[in-house]
């Protein structure tokens, strides 16, 4: 799967709506209304990253999220039981999650298939997973494909306290990709699940390609984890946009844009789990 874009954005955690509405104007002059925070959050990531790249009518959208439009669905909630009235008609409607990745199609004019994934921790892996046996398959020949989460309800922030000093922000990290190379920045080389820890590490150690010269590992990767992974690997560098630029339930999806951005080097190995001990590596490819 070739990369010919890719974009990040990481906000300051709750900023203002009318903040938002004003990035996504650098790219489309449509006046969104009655949309929310993560439609919004959705439109400016995507919109950043395909921003004057043509787009073929048929391209799909891969949303991934780990938590959704949890923040519509609380409100929704609070005015059924708290307030006791029915709740505003668009308000309801925008409690799916899949509403973003429909405001997105219906702005680029794109007709193809349009899917939204979640997976506790992973959810940006499977739908790369995902993507890559369309690709596979034939069922599609380009696609967006993003992670989109909220921080005001991110599941690190309501139950799973790390202690590592982590800011929350807002996150929104897309890609387009193609099965053409020509005009590509990159490649997704590799998408690899394992069911347990000593498969992910078996794996690393067997791996035929070249050296890696970055490594990122993700949210529940233990320090005594890294380090082992560290040791095993040896890379020349290592990125770890936790701590540079903050937590969302989409921080894998931000964290390996960035690098396409920010890294003159070449290969980029991202590794991560969830609470069930599955593993997922990511590897990736700039040109």
Known sequence: MYIHSASAFTGEANADIHFLKEEIRRYTQENFRRVNRFILLSLLGALQCVHQQPLEAATAVYLTTEDGNLGETADVLDEIYESKSLPRPFGFINTMSNTAAFHLARNLGIRGRNITVSSQH??????????????AGGAERSALIG?????????????????????????????????EKEGACGAFTEIMSFRDGPSCMRWIRERERSPVEVVSFGALIGDDEATALRETLRPAAEFDYLRDYGYSGSATACGVSLFVGLFQAK???????DQRGNYAVIELERY
């Open 122 to 135: 992973l959810s940006f892996e499977r739908g790369l997973e995902l993507l890559k046996a369309d690709f």
């Open 147 to 179: 992670g989109v989460d909220e921080s005001s309800l991110s599941r690190m922030n309501r139950k799973e306290p790390s202690g590592r000093g982590w800011r929350m922000v807002d996150g929104s990290g897309w890609f387009y990709v193609k099965l």
């Open 267 to 273: 290969t980029l190995l991202h590794i991560n789990r």
